[in-house]
């Protein structure tokens, strides 16, 4: 068989076969989402499961696409944790929706890498735009966006965490910039030994983990009774360590704590950040897209204080991961902590438009403003802020059944749609109580702890979620405690 034969066979392949697995996959996804409710939220395997399910090496002459469809199940179905379920309500959620699947999908056909704007220009423009849409429906200050005509702008990273790193290491290079020019004379060495970061104590791992990575110290301080991060206490802080010799130079404000979803103060965060030239972060990766409904935008007051903004709409607004919006006022900070400009990535319209390399810590980036421009659209503002508040009101009924069986007590305030709660009592019990929820296999939970108190967390995750699966998820703890309590 010629060179040319075999080219044509190939050709054929995909444009025949590879096309009816590509319909038959669409047809599944739908299937899936749609029953997901028939299925166990969290598989029943052991570490190691899937190996025996597959050969020991690839095979060497192709197979035909329906017997890949045969063994989805078999292998990797029944490895799942299916995050979408209405029953699934550890950590926070992840969204998901069919525009967003949809673009995810024209994302991977374009299959540009946008990390130029030459290297694919809708790529980046798309994204310049979708993030000041973004931010308009947020209520951004102006002083975020790129539409303002100055340097301001918006970003997707991958995630929180990544925003949260950026963020530092622009903030550390503002500082040490700021620092040489007072003490010529100090090393780069003699400034990073001094410099600083605050967070709460709340905050998520993620921001001591940036800490580590840029190679600074960062102190984590105490919250007051509702686990907010005050103004007084950041501002003793921040006094102590000059007196000490060090250079504050960065804080994290999180809006939406990851154990409790409390929101540190911000407007006195900001104040104080402002008064003494800290760049300051705000990290609102889960609560964030609540914002969109003008009615939870007072958690958000001093925002205009900040330097940067980062949610995640691939959490709660139905957007799939990856897509974690962050907005800078100052990207230069970021742009030239990260410039590495060799010649094949230099264009003839550079300076006209973002290069989007310099905003984040990959080279490479796929098309992922085509997910909100989908989603946005295809759901509109008002749609969006009915999903948000439905998930709410589903945790403040959780929060009511919960409050009615003397056995339970609320942990911390419902503001969004995550109910804190634990049995009253010590925490073995509480321990056990999720053992027995989780092993009963119907619901998924997970737990936290705050100043040594044990507790339940359950998240409204799933947007099929409805009333009646919130009964059924109470009914699981109930019997579960039920279990407990008749064998003590």
């Given at each position: ?197 605050y967070c709460n104590k709340q905050a998520h791992s993620s921001v001591e983990r ?15 009774g509702k686990r907010r991060l005050r103004g007084d206490t950041l501002k003793d ?118 290069d989007y390399r310099h905003w984040q810590i990959p080279l490479g980036r796929r ?122």
């Amino acid at each position: 068989m010629s060179d040319q034969d075999l080219k044509l066979k190939f050709e054929t392949m995909e444009a025949g076969d590879f096309k009816d697995f590509a319909k038959a996959m669409t047809d599944y996804i739908a299937e899936y989402l749609e029953n997901i409710r028939d299925r166990q939220v969290v598989p029943s395997v052991k570490p190691g499961y899937l190996r025996p399910l597959v050969p020991e090496q690839a095979p060497e002459k192709a197979e035909p696409w329906t017997a890949v469809m045969a063994d989805i199940e078999r292998v990797v179905m029944s490895g799942v944790t299916h995050w979408h379920s209405p029953r699934f309500h550890a950590y926070f959620p992840t969204a998901n929706s069919y525009p967003a699947i949809v673009a995810d999908m024209l994302s991977g056909a374009i299959a540009c890498i946008g990390f130029t704007w030459i290297a694919s220009p809708a790529c980046t423009e798309l994204e310049v735009v979708m993030l000041d849409w973004l931010g308009q429906m947020l209520g951004l200050p102006e002083s975020f966006l790129a539409r303002s005509g100055g340097e301001a702008g918006g970003v997707i990273q991958g995630t929180a965490s990544e925003a949260t790193l950026v963020a530092l290491l622009g903030a550390k290079n503002r500082t040490m910039l700021r620092v040489k020019e007072q003490h010529p004379e100090w090393t780069d060495t003699d400034i990073l030994s001094k410099l600083v970061g605050y967070c709460n104590k709340q905050a998520h791992s993620s921001v001591e983990r940036a800490g580590l990575l840029g190679g600074v110290k960062l102190r984590a301080l105490q919250p007051d009774g509702k686990r907010r991060l005050r103004g007084d206490t950041l501002k003793d802080a921040i006094e102590e360590d000059v007196r000490n010799g060090l250079i504050p130079f960065y804080v994290v404000a999180t809006l939406g704590t990851t154990s409790s979803c409390a929101f540190d103060n911000l407007e006195e965060i900001g104040e104080v950040c402002s008064s003494k030239n800290i760049w300051l972060h705000v990290d609102a990766a889960y609560a964030g897209s609540a914002f969109i409904c003008p009615e939870y935008r007072y958690l958000m007051k001093g925002v205009d204080k900040a330097d940067s903004f980062n949610f995640n709409p691939h959490k709660w607004m139905l957007v799939n991961f990856d897509c974690s919006a962050m907005w800078l006022k100052e990207p230069r900070w970021i742009i030239d902590a990260f410039n590495v400009d060799p010649l094949y990535l230099k264009h003839d319209q550079q300076g006209s438009a973002p290069d989007y390399r310099h905003w984040q810590i990959p080279l490479g980036r796929r098309f992922r403003a085509l997910k909100l421009w989908f989603v946005l659209r295809l759901y509109g503002v008002e749609n969006l802020q009915k999903h948000i508040r439905k998930h709410i009101a589903l945790a403040h009924l959780f929060e009511r059944l919960c409050s009615a069986d003397e056995r339970f007590e609320i942990y911390e305030e419902v503001t969004m749609g995550l109910v804190c709660f634990r049995l009253k009592g010590g925490n073995e019990q509480n321990e056990e109580l999720l053992r027995r929820i989780n092993g009963r296999g119907k619901i998924h939970l997970v737990p936290s702890k705050i100043d040594d108190t044990y507790f339940l967390r359950v998240a409204i995750c799933s947007r099929f979620s409805e009333e009646s699966d919130i009964h059924i998820s109470w009914e699981e703890v109930k019997a579960s405690a039920d279990e407990i309590l008749k064998a003590r």
